[in-house]
């Protein structure tokens, strides 16, 4: 027996024409593909291209900057798209447009075309990747939209670790080109009928169990109250920081006299530290406070910092990407569920959309503005201080955006 509610059908149960389970099972493994390829494989592609093309680094690095700025500024316009009911054609025409971009990719023959083929990913990142897929569960099972959102984080944490040695097992089979061609198959011919097939049926599956309609606040009424501008601040700041250290991270080891495999012996502790932080707040977080739990989260990154701009040893550089680890993997969580305990789910699509849009710009801007840092400051160890400053500022303004009664 189904009702209407608000426009959408609502049905008793969690079950739609797909289980719960299934459909959070068959995004998290969308989000592993759209992750590995989307965000993480364009650095497995800089040398390859470089040595046959010719083209500055700068060149490249300034065609993913393109990309995550596309990004940023899509987010708004495809969390509007969610709020209309639109999120399965949002998702899998995202995997269609993530496909072409690979495809351009692959014949890029001129500058412009690389940077029109990041373009669309980037347009491709925001239609399919964490904030799409949180806002359709959110409004699909306002019951267990948490459980699930931690699940999705959880799986997809596993992008990077694997992207990597994908990637470069296809460009040295197939070559670069190659590589891009079998990507933009991933994605077109798997990972958007995979979207098409999961997200059928209503738009709102499981009936919450209390819900108040004045509760849900509207974009309007969102950026009236304080705590979205806290907010704001605090997840702005901290992808800020967040973003400068993964662009500078090498060097800066680099500064401190290890050699590229010390670094990389340190970084490759992140990843797993990022599932370990999920993993801990599925096993023994979801009976807290969500805002107590990010509180945590926030002065973690800052204290991470902290102990890599002071380290000069392997020890406390271990123990900075192990904190780091733990905090990055849990912040997302934070994130994607902190907004509609705030602000219900209504609008989610939209204010959600609004506030990780500033928080995706400046994660755009954050390598090359460090860059110019550096031409000021005496080092990488200032820089990470000035970062550490950056990501306490976070946590203030984290603390500061009260949860409701």
């Known amino acids: 027996m189904q009702a209407m509610q608000g426009g959408e059908r609502v049905a008793g149960t969690d079950e739609g024409p797909l289980s719960y389970r299934t459909v959070v099972a068959g995004l998290a493994f969308g989000q592993i593909i759209s992750w590995a390829i989307l965000y993480y494989a364009f650095s497995s592609f800089v040398l390859p291209m470089q040595r046959e093309l010719g083209w500055p680094k700068t060149t490249l690095m300034g065609a993913y900057t393109v990309g995550l700025l596309v990004l940023g500024l899509s987010n708004y316009a495809v969390g509007a798209a969610i709020d209309r009911g639109l999120g399965r054609r949002v998702m899998t025409l995202g995997s269609l447009l993530g496909a072409v971009a690979c495809m351009l990719w692959a014949v890029a023959s001129q500058p412009w075309m690389l940077y029109l083929a990041l373009a669309l990913a980037g347009g491709a990142m925001a239609m399919t990747l964490y904030e799409p897929a949180f806002t359709l569960l959110t409004k699909r099972y306002p019951t267990r939209f948490r459980e699930g959102i931690t699940t999705l984080t959880l799986v997809a944490g596993f992008a990077s670790t694997l992207s990597f040695p994908a990637a470069v097992a296809l460009v040295n089979t197939l070559g670069w080109r190659g590589a891009l061609w079998v990507l933009a198959a991933l994605l077109g011919l798997v990972v958007a009928p995979l979207h098409a ?164 710009i400046a994660r755009a801007a954050a390598p090359v503005s460090v860059a110019w840092l550096l031409l000021l400051v005496p080092g990488y160890t200032a820089v990470m201080l000035l970062l550490a400053g950056l990501g306490l500022a976070a946590a203030v303004a984290f603390a500061l955006a009260r949860p409701p009664p």
């Open 197 to 360: 097939w999961l997200l059928r049926g209503p738009a709102l599956v499981a009936t919450p169990r209390q819900h108040d309609g004045q509760l849900d606040a509207t974009l309007h009424a969102a950026l009236r109250q304080p705590a979205f501008w806290h907010l704001t601040n605090a997840f702005t700041l901290y992808a800020f920081a967040a973003a400068a250290l993964w662009a500078h991270v090498m060097p800066a080891f680099e500064s401190k006299g290890m050699s590229e495999a010390q670094a990389v012996a340190v970084v490759m502790w992140i990843g797993p530290a990022q599932v370990a932080g999920r993993l801990l707040y599925a096993w023994g977080g979801r009976g807290l406070r969500l805002h107590r739990v990010g509180l945590l989260v926030m002065l973690g990154l800052p204290l991470a910092l902290l102990i890599f701009a002071l380290g000069a040893s392997l020890a406390p550089l271990m123990l900075f990407a192990v904190l780091f680890g733990l905090v990055n993997g849990m912040v997302t969580i934070v994130r994607g569920g902190l907004v509609p305990e705030y602000f219900g789910r209504a609008h989610i699509g939209r204010i959600g959309g609004a506030m990780s849009a500033v928080a995706l």
